[in-house]
């Protein structure tokens, strides 16, 4: 989930639940990594890059310390992130995809993970797009998530010698029963168009393992 704070070029209260059994905790983390994205899930011509978890914006926006702390509880829950993945047909170098699986002990835990970034999610990232150095322009459009989820497209327009481009990353957080996935995306000018179906096939695997 930490990648839904990552912009590359990117509740409230302590949350207490019952400490899972240690088998409980082996199963959760199978479902983990076998529901996360992989590269066989993608079109021809994508390729597997490291996963990038680096934050340098953590702490520098008050409309994220909601989120933060959730992302915080979401690391000490089975887990499981996949590498970035390029597209190597994209000739900007720009396209990529990552996505992130959590499995919590109840659904009521997932239900208020997914609360705060509900909440929260438009202003954080809107703080942090401003954050970013060069950046000209930083607008944040919410999109229609069926189900219970929460997604944002984040539009920060740069400037490279003299011109000026904009990069359109999507960050989708999705319950599905006491599991979280993440989904981001980025692609140069708008969303890439495989985001939805790439996403649901993780939402697919899911609905059969919680």
Not at 24 to 40: C, F, G, K, P, Y
Not at 63 to 78: L, N, S, T
Not at 170 to 199: C, K, M, Q
């Amino acid at each position: 989930m930490r990648k839904f704070l990552t912009l590359t070029a990117g509740a409230c209260a302590v949350l207490l639940v019952a400490a899972p059994v240690a088998a409980d905790e082996e199963e959760d983390q199978a479902i983990a990594d076998d529901s996360v994205l992989t590269l066989a899930d993608l079109p021809e011509g994508w390729e597997e890059g490291d996963a990038d978890t680096d934050d340098p914006a953590e702490g520098e926006v008050p409309e994220c310390e909601a989120i933060e702390r959730a992302v915080d509880r979401g690391d000490e829950v089975p887990n499981a992130e996949s590498p970035d993945f390029d597209d190597s047909n994209d000739p900007n170098g720009v396209t990529s995809v990552s996505n992130e699986v959590l499995v919590f002990p109840k659904a009521k835990a997932a239900k208020r993970y997914l609360r705060t970034f509900d909440a929260d999610g438009e202003a954080c990232l809107r703080g942090r797009g401003d954050l970013i150095p060069g950046a000209l322009d930083v607008r944040v459009e919410e999109l229609g998530v069926e189900g219970s989820g929460a997604g944002y497209t984040v539009y920060i327009t740069l400037e490279s010698n003299g011109e000026e481009f904009t990069l359109a990353t999507d960050l989708v957080v999705v319950r599905v029963g006491r599991a979280i996935t993440s989904f981001a995306a980025e692609n140069l000018d708008e969303p890439i168009p495989e985001g939805p179906d790439i996403l649901d096939i993780v939402i697919g695997r899911l609905q059969e393992s919680v």
